[in-house]
């Protein structure tokens, strides 16, 4: 396990579970390799802290994204949504259609007094394959690009650095594509979208193969991050 990022150390365990966001499967990726001296300082500190703040993330399927972060203890509000494309309020199936530019994503509002923005990263670098190219398990196309939508210089800072470590440490077997990307033209995802598993874990065979298994290795990996009530 990766201590606790609010101290500013990147301290990571000998293995983690990448977890593939259409196959349910997990991949073991070792973590020997791993600097455990990745300070925050390194990248800048705001002193001033906010009363929330908000990460943006593309990580596959936003249903997936979305049940995950929803479990995490500081984070106040998910929302999937559409980010990074060039045209506004983009449908579902126009981002389908793999022409507006566009990655699923899940929007995060969180506490940094609870979380902080580092936390949330180590959870989006072990929760998908950042080595796939527009894809995650079988769901392909660049709206499942891994991506990182940064909202100011200092997340943007700290999801490069994190990312060249990674790379530098040969953490994982294969290059890391993410994308390190400006937030802009975001949109919210239709209301169908929203609270996606929990309003269809009974009657939906992707939510039962899918993304429980997803959830429960998350659980397993992330016990001490996860939402006390």
């Known amino acids: 396990?990766?201590?606790?990022?609010?101290?500013?150390?990147?301290?990571?365990?000998?293995?983690?579970?990448?977890?593939s966001c259409a196959s349910g499967e997990g991949k073991q990726i070792s973590m020997?390799?791993?600097?455990?001296?990745?300070?925050?300082?390194?990248?800048?500190v705001n002193d001033d802290v906010q009363k929330t703040d908000t990460a943006t993330f593309g990580a596959g399927c936003f249903w997936c994204v979305e049940a995950i972060f929803q479990q995490v203890e500081g984070v106040l509000k998910?929302?999937?949504?559409?980010?990074?494309?060039?045209?506004?309020?983009?449908?579902?199936?126009?981002?389908c259609s793999k022409t507006t530019g566009h990655a699923e994503v899940a929007q995060i509002v969180f506490d940094p007094k609870v979380i902080?923005?580092?936390?949330?990263?180590?959870?989006?670098?072990?929760?998908?394959?950042p080595t796939t190219l527009n894809r995650q398990g079988n769901d392909v196309g660049p709206q499942y690009r891994s991506a990182v939508f940064y909202h100011n210089e200092e997340q943007k800072k700290k999801a490069s650095y994190y990312k060249a470590e990674l790379e530098k440490n040969k953490v994982f077997d294969k290059?890391?594509?993410?994308?390190?990307?400006?937030?802009?033209?975001?949109?919210?995802?239709?209301?169908?979208?929203?609270?996606?598993?929990?309003?269809?874990?009974n009657n939906n065979p992707?939510?039962?193969?899918?993304?429980?298994?997803?959830l429960e290795k998350f659980e397993?990996?992330?016990?001490?991050k996860m939402r006390k009530n």
């Open 78 to 95: 998910v929302k999937s949504g559409y980010c990074g494309g060039h045209v506004k309020n983009p449908t579902y199936e126009e981002v």
């Open 175 to 201: 290059p890391i594509v993410t994308t390190i990307e400006p937030y802009k033209n975001y949109s919210e995802a239709e209301n169908y979208h929203q609270n996606y598993y929990n309003l269809n874990k």
């Open 32 to 44: 020997n390799k791993m600097d455990n001296n990745l300070t925050t300082a390194a990248v800048g």
């Open 206 to 214: 992707y939510c039962y193969y899918v993304i429980k298994p997803k």
């Open 220 to 224: 397993q990996v992330f016990k001490n």
């Open 116 to 129: 902080s923005y580092d936390e949330l990263l180590e959870i989006f670098w072990k929760t998908h394959d």
């Open 1 to 19: 396990m990766w201590s606790k990022l609010i101290t500013g150390v990147f301290s990571l365990s000998s293995m983690f579970q990448v977890l």
